[in-house]
């Protein structure tokens, strides 16, 4: 599985959760969304802290990697589902993932139910020198070490994607949402 080249733009991305947060919520998206490169287990996540009794929406931020694998409409989804949990987090509502609450705010706008992800990671595609059969994927191996089961030959090894994008979640109700070069609209 190769990832899609896309445009990681941060513009874009503040432009696009504007867009969904006034559509949905009637209310901009006071807190920034930002890309986060390191974010590998979840495709999203919303930050607050917490002092006392005092809690501050932080920001949302999005993995710069998931999205390079996961469709666009699920993009979309998880993005929402990060803007439920702050919405629902300044209204001062139940904003975890599972309470009734957010999972029903989750159904209306039709976010994705978890942002749970499981990518493809780097690793090495194998093969024989001599007659070039594939010999197998390891995530990391020193050829030099071992020769081709078929020709007793020397092993090439060559960078490849190992593994599928995964996400346990589904989009709890399909989204309506239609994303065109300028405005979101509801059809
Ligand atoms: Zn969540
Ligand atoms: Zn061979």
């Avoid at 969904?20 to 607050?48: A, E, Y």
């Avoid at 999205?67 to 993009?75: A, G, K, M, N, T």
């Avoid at 020198?129 to 089961?149: D, F, I, Q």
Wanted: overall charge positive.
């Amino acid at each position: 599985m190769e990832p899609k080249t896309i445009n990681v733009d941060s513009e874009k991305l503040e432009d696009l959760s504007q867009k969904l947060s006034l559509h949905f919520w009637g209310k901009r998206c006071d807190i920034p969304v930002l890309w986060n490169g390191r974010l590998t287990k979840s495709m999203g996540r919303f930050m607050f802290s917490s002092r006392g009794r005092t809690r501050t929406a932080l920001r949302i931020e999005l993995s710069k990697h998931a999205v390079r694998f996961i469709p666009p409409e699920i993009f979309i989804a998880v993005l929402l589902h990060e803007l439920c949990h702050y919405h629902l987090f300044i209204q001062g509502q139940p904003f975890e993932d599972g309470h009734p609450v957010f999972e029903e705010e989750l159904r209306r706008v039709g976010a994705i139910s978890t942002n749970v992800v499981q990518l493809p990671q780097k690793g090495f595609e194998l093969y024989c020198s001599k007659c070039h059969e594939r010999l197998g994927s390891r995530k990391r191996m020193n050829t030099k070490h071992y020769l081709s089961a078929c020709c007793k030959a020397q092993i090439l090894k060559k960078e490849a994607w190992l593994g599928e994008c995964k996400y346990p979640g589904e989009i709890l109700k399909h989204s309506k949402v239609r994303l065109s070069s300028n405005h979101v609209k509801k059809v």
